[in-house]
Protein backbone atom coordinates (compact mmCIF):
# COMPACT_ATOMS: atom_id res chain seq x y z
CA UNK A 1 0.00 0.00 0.00
CA UNK A 2 0.97 3.66 -0.89
CA UNK A 3 1.40 5.56 2.49
CA UNK A 4 2.34 9.27 3.37
CA UNK A 5 3.48 9.34 6.79
CA UNK A 6 3.95 12.93 8.20
CA UNK A 7 5.61 14.03 11.25
CA UNK A 8 8.97 11.88 12.36
CA UNK A 9 9.55 12.90 15.99
CA UNK A 10 10.68 10.06 18.30
CA UNK A 11 7.53 8.48 17.91
CA UNK A 12 6.71 8.67 14.13
CA UNK A 13 9.86 7.84 12.43
CA UNK A 14 10.25 4.46 14.07
CA UNK A 15 6.56 3.52 13.02
CA UNK A 16 7.27 4.30 9.61
CA UNK A 17 9.83 2.41 9.69
CA UNK A 18 7.78 -0.38 11.00
CA UNK A 19 5.40 0.09 8.04
CA UNK A 20 8.32 0.49 5.53
CA UNK A 21 9.70 -2.95 7.51
CA UNK A 22 6.68 -4.85 6.56
CA UNK A 23 6.52 -3.94 2.66
CA UNK A 24 4.46 -1.05 2.29
CA UNK A 25 5.42 2.24 0.39
CA UNK A 26 6.32 4.90 2.62
CA UNK A 27 6.53 8.46 1.60
CA UNK A 28 7.53 10.55 4.73
CA UNK A 29 7.48 14.17 5.34
CA UNK A 30 9.08 15.97 8.06
CA UNK A 31 10.61 19.28 8.97
CA UNK A 32 13.57 17.68 9.87
CA UNK A 33 15.83 16.41 6.98
CA UNK A 34 17.58 14.21 9.30
CA UNK A 35 14.45 12.35 10.54
CA UNK A 36 13.32 11.86 6.69
CA UNK A 37 16.72 10.52 6.27
CA UNK A 38 16.06 7.70 9.13
CA UNK A 39 12.73 6.55 7.28
CA UNK A 40 14.60 6.61 3.92
CA UNK A 41 17.43 4.55 5.02
CA UNK A 42 15.60 1.96 6.41
CA UNK A 43 13.49 1.43 3.00
CA UNK A 44 11.11 4.56 2.60
CA UNK A 45 10.83 7.73 0.03
CA UNK A 46 11.46 11.58 0.81
CA UNK A 47 8.75 13.61 0.27
CA UNK A 48 9.59 17.43 -0.17
CA UNK A 49 6.48 18.15 1.51
CA UNK A 50 2.86 17.41 2.96
CA UNK A 51 1.16 18.13 -0.36
CA UNK A 52 3.72 15.49 -2.32
CA UNK A 53 3.51 12.83 0.35
CA UNK A 54 -0.11 12.56 -0.24
CA UNK A 55 0.19 12.17 -3.55
CA UNK A 56 -0.93 9.11 -4.78
CA UNK A 57 -1.16 7.62 -0.98
CA UNK A 58 -4.19 5.24 -0.84
CA UNK A 59 -3.47 5.82 3.62
CA UNK A 60 -1.96 9.00 5.39
CA UNK A 61 -0.68 8.90 8.55
CA UNK A 62 0.39 12.02 10.95
CA UNK A 63 2.23 11.86 14.12
CA UNK A 64 2.03 16.16 15.54
CA UNK A 65 2.78 18.11 18.66
CA UNK A 66 -0.49 19.59 19.40
CA UNK A 67 -3.58 20.60 18.21
CA UNK A 68 -3.02 23.58 16.17
CA UNK A 69 -0.21 21.56 14.22
CA UNK A 70 -3.02 18.71 12.67
CA UNK A 71 -5.91 21.76 12.26
CA UNK A 72 -3.27 23.81 10.52
CA UNK A 73 -1.84 20.70 8.22
CA UNK A 74 -5.47 19.58 7.40
CA UNK A 75 -7.02 22.91 7.41
CA UNK A 76 -5.04 25.78 6.70
CA UNK A 77 -4.98 29.20 7.39
CA UNK A 78 -5.46 32.61 5.87
CA UNK A 79 -1.58 32.01 4.25
CA UNK A 80 -1.99 28.16 2.87
CA UNK A 81 -4.48 25.87 2.05
CA UNK A 82 -5.33 22.76 3.96
CA UNK A 83 -3.84 19.15 3.26
CA UNK A 84 -7.17 17.77 2.52
CA UNK A 85 -7.69 19.86 -0.78
CA UNK A 86 -4.56 18.00 -2.07
CA UNK A 87 -6.13 14.24 -0.36
CA UNK A 88 -7.71 11.62 -2.91
CA UNK A 89 -11.28 10.74 -2.05
CA UNK A 90 -11.70 7.48 -0.54
CA UNK A 91 -8.67 7.95 1.19
CA UNK A 92 -8.49 6.58 5.07
CA UNK A 93 -6.17 9.16 7.15
CA UNK A 94 -4.93 8.18 10.53
CA UNK A 95 -4.18 10.66 12.84
CA UNK A 96 -1.62 9.47 15.74
CA UNK A 97 -1.19 12.99 17.03
CA UNK A 98 -2.39 13.48 20.96
CA UNK A 99 -4.70 16.70 20.76
CA UNK A 100 -8.01 17.68 21.86
CA UNK A 101 -10.94 15.59 20.51
CA UNK A 102 -12.81 18.34 19.58
CA UNK A 103 -10.53 19.09 16.91
CA UNK A 104 -10.47 15.67 15.93
CA UNK A 105 -14.14 15.61 15.22
CA UNK A 106 -13.43 19.18 13.58
CA UNK A 107 -11.08 17.56 10.95
CA UNK A 108 -13.34 14.36 10.67
CA UNK A 109 -16.16 16.38 9.94
CA UNK A 110 -14.63 18.70 6.93
CA UNK A 111 -12.53 15.48 6.03
CA UNK A 112 -16.22 13.52 5.54
CA UNK A 113 -17.52 16.51 3.48
CA UNK A 114 -14.41 15.62 0.95
CA UNK A 115 -15.42 11.72 0.68
CA UNK A 116 -12.63 11.17 3.04
CA UNK A 117 -12.07 9.00 5.89
CA UNK A 118 -10.56 10.55 9.13
CA UNK A 119 -9.98 8.73 12.46
CA UNK A 120 -8.08 9.41 16.05
CA UNK A 121 -5.74 6.60 16.91
CA UNK A 122 -3.30 7.90 19.40
CA UNK A 123 -0.67 5.69 21.30
CA UNK A 124 0.66 4.92 24.05
CA UNK A 125 4.22 2.29 24.50
CA UNK A 126 7.02 5.29 24.72
CA UNK A 127 9.88 5.39 22.26
CA UNK A 128 10.57 1.40 23.14
CA UNK A 129 6.99 -0.04 22.10
CA UNK A 130 7.35 2.45 18.71
CA UNK A 131 10.51 0.94 18.09
CA UNK A 132 9.62 -2.58 18.78
CA UNK A 133 6.28 -2.30 16.87
CA UNK A 134 4.80 -3.01 20.08
CA UNK A 135 2.12 0.28 20.89
CA UNK A 136 -1.08 0.65 21.99
CA UNK A 137 -3.70 2.02 19.86
CA UNK A 138 -7.14 4.23 21.35
CA UNK A 139 -8.95 4.77 17.92
CA UNK A 140 -11.76 6.69 17.25
CA UNK A 141 -13.84 5.38 14.39
CA UNK A 142 -16.71 3.61 13.39
CA UNK A 143 -16.58 0.05 12.70
CA UNK A 144 -16.39 0.17 9.27
CA UNK A 145 -13.11 2.69 9.59
CA UNK A 146 -11.30 0.45 12.05
CA UNK A 147 -11.89 -2.34 10.02
CA UNK A 148 -9.80 -0.17 7.20
CA UNK A 149 -7.32 0.70 9.42
CA UNK A 150 -6.77 -2.69 11.13
CA UNK A 151 -4.10 -3.63 8.97
CA UNK A 152 -2.10 -0.60 9.27
CA UNK A 153 -2.28 -0.64 12.76
CA UNK A 154 -0.66 -4.19 13.24
CA UNK A 155 2.22 -3.15 11.98
CA UNK A 156 3.02 -0.70 14.42
CA UNK A 157 1.37 -2.00 17.44
CA UNK A 158 -0.22 -5.14 19.48
CA UNK A 159 -3.04 -3.86 21.31
CA UNK A 160 -5.78 -1.99 18.88
CA UNK A 161 -8.70 -0.43 21.29
CA UNK A 162 -12.00 0.92 19.66
CA UNK A 163 -12.70 3.38 22.04
CA UNK A 164 -15.71 4.79 20.37
CA UNK A 165 -16.59 7.23 17.35
CA UNK A 166 -14.22 9.92 16.22
CA UNK A 167 -12.07 11.71 19.15
CA UNK A 168 -13.07 8.78 21.57
CA UNK A 169 -9.55 8.20 21.03
CA UNK A 170 -8.10 11.53 22.44
CA UNK A 171 -10.35 11.20 24.91
CA UNK A 172 -8.46 7.95 26.24
CA UNK A 173 -5.24 9.46 25.78
CA UNK A 174 -5.70 12.22 27.79
CA UNK A 175 -6.95 9.83 30.72
CA UNK A 176 -3.58 7.48 30.10
CA UNK A 177 -1.49 10.67 30.19
CA UNK A 178 -3.06 12.19 33.36
CA UNK A 179 -2.64 9.00 34.86
CA UNK A 180 1.37 8.03 33.76
CA UNK A 181 1.71 12.13 34.49
CA UNK A 182 0.76 11.52 38.16
CA UNK A 183 2.23 7.75 38.81
CA UNK A 184 5.46 9.38 37.10
CA UNK A 185 5.52 11.89 39.77
CA UNK A 186 4.76 9.73 42.57
CA UNK A 187 7.32 7.12 41.40
CA UNK A 188 10.10 9.51 41.26
CA UNK A 189 8.97 10.77 44.83
CA UNK A 190 9.43 7.46 46.38
CA UNK A 191 12.63 6.49 44.61
CA UNK A 192 13.63 9.69 45.54
CA UNK A 193 13.14 9.71 49.12
CA UNK A 194 14.32 6.12 49.30
CA UNK A 195 18.05 7.66 48.07
CA UNK A 196 17.78 10.22 50.60
CA UNK A 197 17.82 7.61 52.85
CA UNK A 198 20.84 5.46 51.68
CA UNK A 199 18.98 2.77 49.52
CA UNK A 200 19.92 1.52 46.42
CA UNK A 201 17.59 2.73 43.39
CA UNK A 202 17.72 -0.78 41.62
CA UNK A 203 16.76 -2.09 44.93
CA UNK A 204 13.96 -0.61 46.00
CA UNK A 205 12.89 -0.03 42.61
CA UNK A 206 12.19 -4.01 41.98
CA UNK A 207 10.71 -4.20 45.67
CA UNK A 208 8.29 -1.63 45.14
CA UNK A 209 7.80 -2.96 41.07
CA UNK A 210 7.17 -6.41 42.49
CA UNK A 211 4.79 -4.84 45.52
CA UNK A 212 1.40 -3.29 45.56
CA UNK A 213 3.24 0.12 44.10
CA UNK A 214 4.38 -1.41 40.63
CA UNK A 215 3.21 0.48 37.99
CA UNK A 216 4.68 0.77 34.27
CA UNK A 217 7.29 3.40 35.02
CA UNK A 218 9.33 0.73 37.38
CA UNK A 219 8.27 -1.90 34.81
CA UNK A 220 10.00 -0.52 32.07
CA UNK A 221 10.81 3.21 32.29
CA UNK A 222 12.33 3.89 35.54
CA UNK A 223 13.37 7.70 36.19
CA UNK A 224 16.41 6.94 37.84
CA UNK A 225 19.85 6.95 35.68
CA UNK A 226 21.37 3.58 35.47
CA UNK A 227 18.65 1.31 36.61
CA UNK A 228 17.12 0.37 33.41
CA UNK A 229 19.65 0.43 30.47
CA UNK A 230 17.63 1.76 27.75
CA UNK A 231 15.09 4.83 29.57
CA UNK A 232 15.75 7.73 28.67
CA UNK A 233 17.11 8.82 32.10
CA UNK A 234 20.07 6.58 31.61
CA UNK A 235 20.71 8.80 28.40
CA UNK A 236 20.77 11.99 30.03
CA UNK A 237 16.65 11.65 29.53
CA UNK A 238 17.46 12.57 25.76
CA UNK A 239 14.43 11.27 23.16
CA UNK A 240 11.55 9.53 24.61
CA UNK A 241 9.22 11.82 25.42
CA UNK A 242 9.30 15.17 26.34
CA UNK A 243 8.15 17.09 29.59
CA UNK A 244 6.81 20.07 27.23
CA UNK A 245 4.46 17.51 24.93
CA UNK A 246 3.51 15.78 28.96
CA UNK A 247 2.38 19.42 30.19
CA UNK A 248 0.54 20.04 26.87
CA UNK A 249 -1.19 16.61 27.69
CA UNK A 250 -1.63 17.11 31.10
CA UNK A 251 -3.11 20.41 30.02
CA UNK A 252 -5.64 18.86 27.36
CA UNK A 253 -6.63 16.88 30.63
CA UNK A 254 -7.52 19.87 32.66
CA UNK A 255 -9.45 21.48 29.83
CA UNK A 256 -11.46 18.43 29.33
CA UNK A 257 -12.27 18.15 33.21
CA UNK A 258 -12.71 21.83 33.13
CA UNK A 259 -15.70 21.46 30.24
CA UNK A 260 -16.98 17.99 31.60
CA UNK A 261 -17.31 19.48 35.57
CA UNK A 262 -14.90 16.56 36.33
CA UNK A 263 -12.67 16.39 39.39
CA UNK A 264 -9.25 15.86 38.80
CA UNK A 265 -7.09 17.35 41.47
CA UNK A 266 -4.31 14.92 41.45
CA UNK A 267 -4.14 15.93 37.69
CA UNK A 268 -3.89 19.26 38.24
CA UNK A 269 -1.47 18.92 40.92
CA UNK A 270 0.73 17.20 38.09
CA UNK A 271 0.07 19.91 35.82
CA UNK A 272 1.63 22.21 38.05
CA UNK A 273 4.29 20.27 38.85
CA UNK A 274 5.67 19.36 35.19
CA UNK A 275 4.98 23.25 34.57
CA UNK A 276 7.76 24.29 37.12
CA UNK A 277 10.02 21.66 35.92
CA UNK A 278 9.61 22.88 32.37
CA UNK A 279 10.09 26.48 33.33
CA UNK A 280 13.23 25.90 35.29
CA UNK A 281 14.27 24.77 31.76
CA UNK A 282 13.77 21.08 31.61
CA UNK A 283 10.76 21.16 28.66
CA UNK A 284 12.71 19.44 25.95
CA UNK A 285 13.92 16.52 28.57
CA UNK A 286 12.48 13.41 28.86
CA UNK A 287 9.14 13.81 30.99
CA UNK A 288 10.95 11.46 33.61
CA UNK A 289 13.39 13.99 34.53
CA UNK A 290 11.05 14.95 36.74
CA UNK A 291 12.97 13.53 39.50
CA UNK A 292 14.95 15.96 39.33
CA UNK A 293 12.85 18.12 41.00
CA UNK A 294 12.65 15.83 43.83
CA UNK A 295 15.87 14.76 44.96
CA UNK A 296 17.57 15.89 47.65
CA UNK A 297 20.26 18.30 46.49
Excluded at 73 to 100: C, E, R, Y
Excluded at 201 to 220: F, Y
Aim: overall charge neutral.
Amino acid sequence: MQIAFIGLGNMGAPMAINLAKAGHSVKAFDLSHDAIAKVVAAGGQAASCAATAVQGAEAVITMLPASQHVESLFLGNADQQGLLAHITKGTLVIDSSTIASATSQKVAKAAAALGIDFIDAPVSGGTGGAISGTLTFMVGASDAQLARAQPLLEKMGSNIFHAGAVGAGQTAKICNNMLLGILMVGTSEAIALGVANGLDPKVLSEIMRRSSGGNWALEKYNPYPGVHENAPASKGYAGGFGTDLMLKDLGLAQENAIATRSSTPLGGMARAIYSAHSMAGHGGEDFSSVIKMLQKK
